[in-house]
């Protein structure tokens, strides 16, 4: 379960992935732009089912925390099955790592932390379809919360890569995620939380206290 094409990751540069200008413009995205637009979005979700569709609060905050929860699931599953897929073929290869091997190679490369901004809306639209059908009106704190957990995400992804690993309870979210990208591609998964990699068993391996603090030290040292 392979995605990356460099045995060492590098620190600098940018690697260039399309040949037309255009959708390679489109790799690249400011942190901020994803965050401002979920948030958007999120709340004029949760004004919406309030104001014009009348959920009382504590049933938009249950919808809520729901969808914050499922999509701890669904980031899960995204990074295990989908973006380390098994690069049986070249074509796999290849979207394998436009869509996450190149962050292996090049993890601190900033601008491609984030999904670009017109995938965002694309992802967003498409899911409010498809959860509106499943869930109904339930869709407005559902799809909140869910939106707001890849936000989260997103900013937990941003600071693991962009900071030092901070003395305080989120130390264990760098660590986890520096073993993924430098000891064990094949487990810790799970980047704003661990917890699926607890319940399926891909949390890292044990290994010595002297290997323990080298990764702990930041992720891009």
Do not use: C
Not at 7 to 30: A, M, Q, V, W, Y
Not at 33 to 62: N, S
Request: without cysteine; hydrophobic residues 45%; positive net charge.
């Amino acid at each position: 379960m392979e995605s990356t094409k460099l045995k060492r990751p590098k620190h600098k540069g940018s690697p260039k992935l399309f040949d037309n200008p255009i959708l390679e413009k489109l790799t690249h995205t400011h942190i901020s732009l994803p965050l401002i637009i979920f948030g958007v979005i999120a709340v004029a979700l949760i004004y919406y089912g309030i104001i014009e569709k009348g959920f009382e609060a504590p049933i938009m905050v249950g919808l809520f925390v729901a969808g914050l929860f499922f999509f701890t699931f669904v980031e899960y599953i995204m990074h295990r099955y989908l973006y380390h897929i098994p690069a049986t073929s070249e074509r796999k290869k290849k979207i394998s790592y436009t869509m996450h091997g190149v962050h292996h190679d090049y993890p601190k490369d900033k601008s491609r932390l984030a999904m670009p901004p017109v995938l965002s809306l694309v992802v967003a639209t498409v899911l409010f379809i498809i959860y509106r059908a499943v869930l109904g009106d339930y869709v407005f704190g559902f799809l909140a919360g869910f939106l707001i957990g890849y936000a989260a995400y997103l900013a937990v992804h941003y600071s693991v890569h962009a900071f030092k690993v901070p003395n305080n309870f989120l130390k264990i979210l760098w660590q986890h995620h520096s073993i993924h990208h430098y000891r064990e591609s094949d487990r810790a998964f799970g980047v704003s939380s661990p917890l699926w990699d607890h319940i399926f068993g891909t949390m890292p391996r044990k290994t010595t206290s002297s290997r323990k603090t080298a990764v702990g030290k930041s992720i891009d040292d």
